[in-house]
């Protein structure tokens, strides 16, 4: 498999980061695509947004948002370790990248001294929850404000 690594992002990456698209049918699981997660980190700065676009090896084919040690404030903010948007190109799915990605990124909160990692997703068809049980995710028995169904996976 490709190299996986989580990059920052600036003016020299920032026009392919932005053409890094889902599937269309699949925009109400990330809420839109990395314009809108970049939307959100500016709009919700108390959620504290931490986040990086994924390459494989010199190529650009997703991006990662998570919640960064943050005072929980249910049921609109969770935290303190909350991984906020997944996503992956739709032409560069199903080869690892995300499970790749997730595993990167509970490494580097358990190193930051998290307990546990939470995420939330929307339910339908297609949505992620397959993906999430098979890293280790458990729902939590709570939803988000929206509904979204709340998992953790212990560290
Ligand atoms: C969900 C997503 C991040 C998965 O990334 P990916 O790189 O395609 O997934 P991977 O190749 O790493 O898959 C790992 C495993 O999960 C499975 N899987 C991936 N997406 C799945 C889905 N939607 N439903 C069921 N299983 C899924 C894969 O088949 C693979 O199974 P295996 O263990 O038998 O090999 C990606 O498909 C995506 O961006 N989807 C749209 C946006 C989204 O839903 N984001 C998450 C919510 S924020």
Redesign the pocket.
């Known amino acids: 498999m490709a190299q996986i690594e989580l990059r920052e992002i600036d003016e020299t990456n920032l026009d392919a980061v932005l053409s890094i698209a889902?599937?269309t049918d699949?925009e109400v699981?990330?809420g839109g695509g990395v314009a809108d997660a970049l939307a959100d980190a500016d709009a919700y700065p108390e959620a504290n947004p931490w986040y990086r676009a994924i390459y494989a090896d010199a190529t650009p084919v997703?991006f990662v948002m998570i919640s960064w040690d943050v005072v929980p404030q249910p049921p609109a903010i969770i935290g303190p370790w909350y991984?906020?948007?997944?996503?992956?190109?739709a032409e560069?799915?199903?080869?690892?990248?995300?499970?790749?990605?997730v595993r990167m990124v509970i490494e580097l909160v358990r190193r930051e001294g998290a307990s546990e990692l939470l995420?939330s997703?929307?339910e339908g068809r297609?949505?992620?929850?397959?993906?999430y049980a098979?890293?280790g995710f458990k729902p939590t028995g709570e939803r988000d404000e929206n509904g979204e169904i709340i998992l953790a996976h212990q560290l």
């Open positions: 889902v599937r699949q699981f990330v997703g991984l906020w948007k997944l996503i992956i190109d560069h799915q199903q080869r690892g990248y995300g499970r790749a990605t995420t997703y929307v297609g949505d992620p929850g397959p993906f098979r890293l």
